[in-house]
């Protein structure tokens, strides 16, 4: 397995030219690239990583409760935050979903380095994740939105991600095989989501913001890089499971949250800015406590 202390570095340096490159380009082709990563480019990625990996249905109801569980203990505990959060609902649900969404681009990154029967399990985890973390993102966003009960289930329904990961979910289960052209179409475009997406998170991050740590950004940042992975290690302890099991629960908990938030809660209407902020610190705090976690898992 790659040294986890220095697997991440290539993502951390897309991130500080994101950051040097914000002024080079209008403020505007930022926002249509981040619509255009919403819709097209990670969906691609999604589909392409769910439908790229064998899967066993042993796999995803092993893997898939223990995921479900430990984004469930991020929904709950981040709603606990909501006192110190903002007062409108909206702008609080923006920064709520940083508590239990977890960053697709870095999971890749984590699975590339495993070996390959933790890689299998990683994908089914990033398989069962992505839905359900993208079901709760959506509910909550657009109930801020006062859509209503119809309006919500129809953009959940509706929701690119949650489209692709079940898509490409359903193919892998099923055992098939799609066109050649058709698949290495999705993967060129799959190919450009993340970097793109952690240049895009560079350019709309406050750099300035990042060390001004406020109540619910302690809060929400300790929740995801720290309860998340500590419930993951007691799962693992807890429920006896294999050693290769117990280090990619962990390191799925352990992922800075989705950088994708930011561009969720703007088409949504929340409080973009303030999403990304946490969204950056996430990151970066993330970045030095991942491979700690996986070291920890490992021992």
């Known amino acids: ?43 691609a990625l999604l589909f392409h990583a769910a439908s790229g990996h064998a899967i066993s249905a042993s796999d995803v109801l092993t893997i898939g409760l223990a995921v479900w569980a430990l984004l469930g203990i991020g929904f709950i505990l981040g709603l606990l935050t909501r006192s110190l959060g903002p007062e ?12 239990w969404r977890f960053n697709s681009a870095l999971a890749f990154v984590v699975m590339t380095s495993l ?24 509910g909550v966003l657009s109930h801020g939105t006062g859509k209503g009960h119809l309006g919500t289930l129809k953009l959940v329904a ?3 991600f949650l489209l692709a990961s079940m898509a490409g979910l359903i193919v892998s289960m099923s ?13 060129k475009l799959a190919g450009i989501a ?8 560079g350019a709309n991050m406050d750099w300035r913001a990042l060390h001004r740590l406020g109540g619910i950004e302690v809060a929400l940042n300790t929740i995801k890089l720290i309860a998340l992975p500590l419930a993951a290690l007691i799962i693992g302890y807890v429920c006896n499971l294999p050693k290769e099991y117990t280090i990619v629960l962990v390191a799925f908990a352990a992922l800075p949250t ?42």
């Open 1 to 43: 397995m790659t040294d986890p202390f220095m697997m991440f570095l290539p993502e951390l340096l897309l991130i500080l030219l994101g950051g040097l490159a914000r002024n080079w380009v209008k403020w505007d082709t930022w926002r249509d690239i981040n619509r255009l990563s919403y819709r097209i480019f990670f969906p």
């Open 88 to 99: 409108k609902f909206l702008d609080f649900a923006g920064i709520w979903q940083t508590s």
């Open 115 to 138: 070996p390959p029967a933790s890689a299998a399990l990683m994908s089914a985890a990033i398989g069962v994740g992505v839905p359900m973390a993208n079901l709760l993102a959506v």
């Open 158 to 160: 509706m929701n690119p």
């Open 175 to 187: 055992g098939i095989t799609l066109p050649t052209v058709p698949m290495q179409t999705i993967g």
């Open 194 to 201: 993340v970097p793109l997406a952690l240049l895009s998170l």
């Open 258 to 299: 989705a950088t994708v938030a930011h561009i969720m809660a703007s088409v949504f209407g929340a409080d973009s800015g303030r999403v990304s902020t946490i969204t950056a610190q996430s990151t970066m705090l993330g970045l030095m406590t991942l491979p700690c976690w996986i070291f920890l898992a490992q021992l």
